[in-house]
Protein backbone atom coordinates (compact mmCIF):
# COMPACT_ATOMS: atom_id res chain seq x y z
CA UNK A 1 0.00 0.00 0.00
CA UNK A 2 1.70 3.38 -1.30
CA UNK A 3 2.36 6.31 0.92
CA UNK A 4 -0.11 8.22 -1.10
CA UNK A 5 -3.15 5.92 0.11
CA UNK A 6 -2.29 6.00 3.76
CA UNK A 7 -2.18 9.64 3.65
CA UNK A 8 -4.94 10.97 0.74
CA UNK A 9 -4.21 14.87 2.69
CA UNK A 10 -1.42 16.03 2.29
CA UNK A 11 0.50 16.18 5.54
CA UNK A 12 3.72 17.50 6.45
CA UNK A 13 5.44 14.61 9.30
CA UNK A 14 7.18 15.74 12.72
CA UNK A 15 9.11 14.11 15.11
CA UNK A 16 6.86 14.89 18.39
CA UNK A 17 3.33 15.92 18.66
CA UNK A 18 2.70 15.52 15.24
CA UNK A 19 -0.45 13.07 16.18
CA UNK A 20 -2.70 16.27 17.56
CA UNK A 21 -2.13 18.14 14.23
CA UNK A 22 -3.75 15.26 12.13
CA UNK A 23 -7.11 16.71 11.79
CA UNK A 24 -10.05 14.17 11.96
CA UNK A 25 -10.95 14.57 9.10
CA UNK A 26 -7.34 12.68 7.73
CA UNK A 27 -7.57 10.20 11.11
CA UNK A 28 -10.78 8.74 9.49
CA UNK A 29 -9.28 8.46 5.88
CA UNK A 30 -6.36 6.81 7.61
CA UNK A 31 -8.21 4.13 10.01
CA UNK A 32 -10.23 3.41 6.16
CA UNK A 33 -6.87 2.58 4.27
CA UNK A 34 -5.72 0.66 7.39
CA UNK A 35 -9.06 -1.49 7.87
CA UNK A 36 -8.84 -2.02 3.53
CA UNK A 37 -4.96 -3.06 4.39
CA UNK A 38 -6.27 -5.72 7.17
CA UNK A 39 -8.92 -7.09 4.99
CA UNK A 40 -6.46 -7.79 2.16
CA UNK A 41 -3.87 -9.40 4.29
CA UNK A 42 -7.24 -11.79 4.79
CA UNK A 43 -7.96 -11.89 1.40
CA UNK A 44 -4.36 -12.76 0.65
CA UNK A 45 -3.99 -15.17 3.71
CA UNK A 46 -7.77 -16.51 3.54
CA UNK A 47 -6.16 -19.33 6.25
CA UNK A 48 -6.53 -16.82 8.39
CA UNK A 49 -10.30 -16.55 8.36
CA UNK A 50 -10.55 -20.48 9.57
CA UNK A 51 -10.97 -19.73 12.98
CA UNK A 52 -13.82 -17.51 12.18
CA UNK A 53 -15.68 -19.50 9.64
CA UNK A 54 -14.81 -22.99 11.03
CA UNK A 55 -14.67 -22.33 14.61
CA UNK A 56 -18.36 -22.04 15.22
CA UNK A 57 -19.59 -25.15 13.09
CA UNK A 58 -17.23 -27.18 15.09
CA UNK A 59 -18.10 -26.36 18.48
CA UNK A 60 -21.62 -26.76 17.90
CA UNK A 61 -21.16 -30.00 16.75
CA UNK A 62 -18.95 -30.85 19.02
CA UNK A 63 -21.06 -30.00 22.17
CA UNK A 64 -24.99 -30.65 20.74
CA UNK A 65 -24.05 -33.97 19.59
CA UNK A 66 -21.51 -35.02 21.81
CA UNK A 67 -22.13 -33.76 24.98
CA UNK A 68 -25.56 -32.49 24.69
CA UNK A 69 -27.31 -35.97 25.80
CA UNK A 70 -24.91 -36.26 28.87
CA UNK A 71 -25.35 -32.01 30.11
CA UNK A 72 -28.96 -32.27 29.13
CA UNK A 73 -30.58 -35.45 28.51
CA UNK A 74 -32.00 -33.84 25.10
CA UNK A 75 -29.90 -32.27 22.41
CA UNK A 76 -32.87 -30.20 20.67
CA UNK A 77 -32.94 -28.72 24.63
CA UNK A 78 -29.51 -28.09 24.90
CA UNK A 79 -29.46 -26.18 21.81
CA UNK A 80 -31.42 -23.63 22.84
CA UNK A 81 -29.46 -23.77 26.10
CA UNK A 82 -25.34 -23.85 24.44
CA UNK A 83 -25.90 -21.53 21.20
CA UNK A 84 -27.02 -18.53 22.56
CA UNK A 85 -24.21 -18.72 24.94
CA UNK A 86 -21.63 -19.77 22.36
CA UNK A 87 -22.24 -15.93 20.89
CA UNK A 88 -19.97 -14.62 23.33
CA UNK A 89 -17.93 -17.10 23.51
CA UNK A 90 -17.00 -17.11 19.81
CA UNK A 91 -16.94 -13.09 20.09
CA UNK A 92 -14.45 -13.24 22.83
CA UNK A 93 -12.17 -16.05 21.00
CA UNK A 94 -11.81 -13.66 17.88
CA UNK A 95 -10.91 -11.00 19.58
CA UNK A 96 -7.83 -12.65 21.25
CA UNK A 97 -6.55 -13.29 18.21
CA UNK A 98 -6.04 -9.95 17.30
CA UNK A 99 -2.88 -9.68 19.88
CA UNK A 100 -1.06 -12.24 17.69
CA UNK A 101 -1.46 -10.05 14.25
CA UNK A 102 -0.54 -6.89 15.90
CA UNK A 103 2.44 -8.76 17.29
CA UNK A 104 3.86 -10.06 14.16
CA UNK A 105 3.47 -6.55 12.15
CA UNK A 106 6.09 -5.21 15.50
CA UNK A 107 8.16 -8.52 14.35
CA UNK A 108 7.98 -8.08 10.71
CA UNK A 109 8.83 -4.75 10.50
CA UNK A 110 5.17 -2.88 9.31
CA UNK A 111 5.45 -0.93 12.37
CA UNK A 112 8.60 0.82 11.50
CA UNK A 113 7.27 1.43 8.07
CA UNK A 114 3.88 3.17 9.61
CA UNK A 115 6.20 5.27 12.05
CA UNK A 116 7.82 7.14 8.87
CA UNK A 117 3.89 7.91 7.37
CA UNK A 118 2.52 11.09 8.37
CA UNK A 119 -0.62 8.88 9.77
CA UNK A 120 -2.40 9.06 13.49
CA UNK A 121 -0.86 6.97 15.62
CA UNK A 122 -4.30 6.20 17.03
CA UNK A 123 -5.96 5.10 13.38
CA UNK A 124 -3.71 1.61 13.41
CA UNK A 125 -5.33 0.46 16.44
CA UNK A 126 -8.76 1.22 15.57
CA UNK A 127 -8.27 -0.16 12.12
CA UNK A 128 -7.38 -3.26 13.74
CA UNK A 129 -11.07 -3.43 15.69
CA UNK A 130 -12.85 -2.20 12.91
CA UNK A 131 -11.12 -4.72 10.53
CA UNK A 132 -11.76 -7.22 13.53
CA UNK A 133 -15.37 -6.41 13.98
CA UNK A 134 -15.90 -7.21 10.22
CA UNK A 135 -14.48 -10.84 11.21
CA UNK A 136 -16.88 -11.68 14.18
CA UNK A 137 -19.64 -10.26 11.86
CA UNK A 138 -19.01 -12.90 9.40
CA UNK A 139 -18.21 -15.68 12.42
CA UNK A 140 -21.79 -14.95 14.14
CA UNK A 141 -23.77 -15.38 10.99
CA UNK A 142 -22.24 -18.37 10.47
CA UNK A 143 -22.83 -19.50 13.41
CA UNK A 144 -26.29 -18.45 13.41
CA UNK A 145 -27.10 -19.80 10.19
CA UNK A 146 -25.69 -23.51 10.96
CA UNK A 147 -27.56 -23.23 13.81
CA UNK A 148 -31.17 -22.57 12.35
CA UNK A 149 -29.87 -25.70 10.05
CA UNK A 150 -29.53 -28.03 12.90
CA UNK A 151 -32.88 -27.22 14.32
CA UNK A 152 -31.98 -24.18 16.55
CA UNK A 153 -34.74 -21.95 16.79
CA UNK A 154 -35.41 -17.87 17.75
CA UNK A 155 -38.51 -17.72 19.92
CA UNK A 156 -38.74 -14.29 19.85
CA UNK A 157 -38.07 -12.32 16.99
CA UNK A 158 -35.10 -10.34 14.60
CA UNK A 159 -34.69 -7.45 16.71
CA UNK A 160 -33.86 -9.84 19.94
CA UNK A 161 -31.47 -11.83 17.54
CA UNK A 162 -29.97 -8.82 16.15
CA UNK A 163 -29.56 -7.41 19.99
CA UNK A 164 -27.97 -10.21 20.85
CA UNK A 165 -25.45 -10.34 18.25
CA UNK A 166 -24.50 -6.23 19.25
CA UNK A 167 -24.36 -7.05 22.81
CA UNK A 168 -21.80 -10.01 21.94
CA UNK A 169 -19.94 -8.23 19.27
CA UNK A 170 -19.32 -5.15 22.44
CA UNK A 171 -17.99 -7.46 24.60
CA UNK A 172 -16.13 -9.05 22.00
CA UNK A 173 -14.52 -5.37 20.53
CA UNK A 174 -13.82 -4.93 24.45
CA UNK A 175 -11.58 -7.71 24.94
CA UNK A 176 -9.89 -6.75 21.53
CA UNK A 177 -8.20 -4.33 23.90
CA UNK A 178 -6.37 -6.52 26.48
CA UNK A 179 -5.88 -8.45 23.32
CA UNK A 180 -3.64 -5.71 21.63
CA UNK A 181 -2.18 -4.75 24.59
CA UNK A 182 -1.51 -8.48 25.35
CA UNK A 183 0.59 -8.30 21.29
CA UNK A 184 2.19 -5.14 22.25
CA UNK A 185 3.68 -5.73 25.86
CA UNK A 186 4.79 -9.65 24.81
CA UNK A 187 7.83 -10.59 22.69
CA UNK A 188 6.98 -13.03 20.52
CA UNK A 189 3.13 -14.84 18.78
CA UNK A 190 3.54 -17.58 20.68
CA UNK A 191 3.74 -15.96 24.09
CA UNK A 192 1.01 -13.78 23.06
CA UNK A 193 -1.30 -16.89 22.37
CA UNK A 194 -0.56 -18.73 25.87
CA UNK A 195 -1.38 -16.12 27.80
CA UNK A 196 -4.31 -15.40 25.65
CA UNK A 197 -5.62 -18.83 26.26
CA UNK A 198 -5.10 -18.51 29.96
CA UNK A 199 -7.04 -15.78 30.18
CA UNK A 200 -10.14 -17.14 27.69
CA UNK A 201 -10.51 -20.83 28.94
CA UNK A 202 -10.91 -20.12 32.21
CA UNK A 203 -13.41 -17.51 31.38
CA UNK A 204 -15.21 -19.69 29.08
CA UNK A 205 -15.33 -23.38 31.00
CA UNK A 206 -16.22 -21.47 33.66
CA UNK A 207 -19.40 -19.67 32.97
CA UNK A 208 -22.93 -21.14 32.06
CA UNK A 209 -21.68 -20.80 27.99
CA UNK A 210 -21.94 -24.71 28.21
CA UNK A 211 -23.38 -26.07 31.35
CA UNK A 212 -25.88 -24.55 34.20
CA UNK A 213 -23.85 -23.96 36.65
CA UNK A 214 -25.98 -25.81 39.69
CA UNK A 215 -23.80 -28.87 40.11
CA UNK A 216 -20.45 -26.95 40.12
CA UNK A 217 -18.67 -26.72 43.24
CA UNK A 218 -19.29 -23.79 45.76
CA UNK A 219 -15.92 -22.11 45.02
CA UNK A 220 -16.59 -22.52 41.16
CA UNK A 221 -19.86 -20.95 41.44
CA UNK A 222 -19.16 -18.03 43.21
CA UNK A 223 -16.28 -17.21 40.00
CA UNK A 224 -19.03 -18.35 37.80
CA UNK A 225 -21.44 -15.08 39.21
CA UNK A 226 -18.74 -12.84 38.65
CA UNK A 227 -17.89 -14.23 35.15
CA UNK A 228 -18.68 -11.43 32.17
CA UNK A 229 -19.32 -14.86 30.26
CA UNK A 230 -22.05 -16.08 32.20
CA UNK A 231 -24.19 -12.69 32.00
CA UNK A 232 -23.62 -12.55 28.24
CA UNK A 233 -24.47 -16.11 27.77
CA UNK A 234 -27.75 -15.74 30.44
CA UNK A 235 -28.33 -12.38 28.47
CA UNK A 236 -28.48 -14.21 24.70
CA UNK A 237 -30.60 -16.97 25.81
CA UNK A 238 -33.24 -14.36 27.31
CA UNK A 239 -33.18 -12.27 23.81
CA UNK A 240 -33.46 -15.83 21.92
CA UNK A 241 -35.59 -18.10 24.05
CA UNK A 242 -37.44 -15.48 26.20
CA UNK A 243 -37.56 -14.45 29.68
CA UNK A 244 -35.86 -11.35 32.04
CA UNK A 245 -32.76 -10.05 30.55
CA UNK A 246 -32.46 -6.40 32.34
CA UNK A 247 -30.04 -7.59 34.79
CA UNK A 248 -27.55 -9.32 32.71
CA UNK A 249 -27.60 -6.95 29.92
CA UNK A 250 -26.81 -4.24 32.13
CA UNK A 251 -23.73 -6.59 34.01
CA UNK A 252 -22.42 -7.28 30.15
CA UNK A 253 -22.88 -3.36 29.06
CA UNK A 254 -20.87 -2.36 32.74
CA UNK A 255 -18.13 -4.68 31.63
CA UNK A 256 -17.55 -3.86 28.15
CA UNK A 257 -17.58 -0.11 29.30
CA UNK A 258 -15.32 -0.96 32.01
CA UNK A 259 -12.66 -3.07 30.32
CA UNK A 260 -12.46 -0.57 27.49
CA UNK A 261 -12.12 2.36 29.61
CA UNK A 262 -9.01 0.44 31.57
CA UNK A 263 -7.52 -1.47 29.03
CA UNK A 264 -7.77 1.72 25.58
CA UNK A 265 -5.83 4.04 27.39
CA UNK A 266 -2.86 1.38 28.30
CA UNK A 267 -2.73 -0.16 24.66
CA UNK A 268 -2.50 3.21 23.41
CA UNK A 269 0.02 4.35 25.56
CA UNK A 270 2.02 1.55 25.37
CA UNK A 271 1.85 1.47 21.38
CA UNK A 272 2.92 4.97 21.89
CA UNK A 273 5.74 4.06 23.58
CA UNK A 274 6.89 1.00 20.59
CA UNK A 275 6.04 3.66 17.94
Not at 167 to 177: K, Q
Not at 212 to 230: K, V
Request: glycine content about 10%; overall charge positive.
Amino acid sequence: MSTATLAPAPVRPAAAGSEQRIGLRSTVRHIGALTRRNLMRIKADPESMFDAVLMPIIFTVLFVYVFGGAISGNQDAYKQYMIPGLLGQTGITLAMAVGTGLNSDFQTGVMDRFRTLPIGRSAVLVSKIVAETCRALLSFTILIVFALILGFEVKTGPLELLAAVGLSLLFGMSMVWISMLLGMALRSVQAVQGVAMLVIMPLQFGSSIFAPTDSMPGWLQSFTDYNPLSALADACRSLLNGGPLTHSVLIVVGWSVGVTAIFAPLAVARFRKRT
